[in-house]
């Protein structure tokens, strides 16, 4: 049996990223649901339907949650005086780091790498001197150039070189979780395939 529910997925990080349509499908040989194999969902609750009063507990406390909604919430609601740094790389982060990539590692390598200089060089021409940053929140959002359907857990895990880049800069000190607060998000870009990372100074 296949129901399809509103599920509100609540990140670690603070963010919260609404899937209006997540599948759950009853496993016949185990009678159980799939549940989705995400290492940031603290929880995962049906809105509507059938198993609207059902949730998946996590074993550590639930953070403070934002109002539902479609697409990324902003939970920090930082003002424009703090940004520090805005950059735009005409290309979505490289495809090589996705999970469901099954390219070579020296490939995967090279791909980081040209990631890596190219932010590294967008920052420089930026005239970033403010050096590395006490816990900012780093935004970045997606172009998306077409109507593909994409993955967040891919597109998170393939903006890692970009997130490096950072460090090398001098922007982050490190790219632990305790280091910066990221905030993820889209918007449509046709045919001209972008990324916007954004960075803000926590504190007044």
């Known amino acids: 049996m296949r129901q399809l529910v509103n599920t509100l997925f609540v990140c670690t990080s603070g963010v919260v990223v609404d899937y209006p349509a997540w ?3 009853k496993c016949k040989s185990r009678q159980k649901a799939r549940r989705p194999c995400l290492r940031t969902v603290v929880a ?3 809105t509507s339907g059938p198993l609207a009063r059902t949730a998946v507990r996590p074993r550590r406390a639930l953070i403070k949650v934002a109002g539902a909604g479609t697409g990324i919430k902003n939970v920090y609601s930082l003002p424009e005086s703090n940004l520090v740094l805005s950059i735009s790389i005409p290309a979505l982060p490289p ?3 996705s999970g469901n990539s099954r390219v070579h590692y ?7 790498l040209e990631a890596r200089a190219e932010v590294k060089a967008a920052v420089n021409q930026y005239g ?3 050096g590395a940053l006490n816990e900012p929140v780093v935004e970045i959002r997606w172009g998306l150039p077409d109507k593909r359907r994409r993955d967040w857990d891919n597109l998170i895990a393939r903006t890692k070189p970009f997130i490096d880049s950072l460090v090398d800069a001098g922007v982050l000190r490190d790219d632990t979780i305790r280091d910066y607060q ?3 998000g889209w918007f449509d870009s046709p045919r001209k395939p972008l990324t916007e990372i954004r960075v ?3 504190g007044g």
């Open 128 to 130: 970033y001197k403010g």
């Open 182 to 184: 990221p905030q993820y």
């Open 23 to 25: 599948s759950l499908t």
């Open 106 to 112: 020296y490939a995967r390598h090279a791909a980081g």
């Open 200 to 202: 803000y100074a926590q």
């Open 44 to 46: 995962v609750v049906a």
């Open 95 to 97: 495809a090589e780091f």
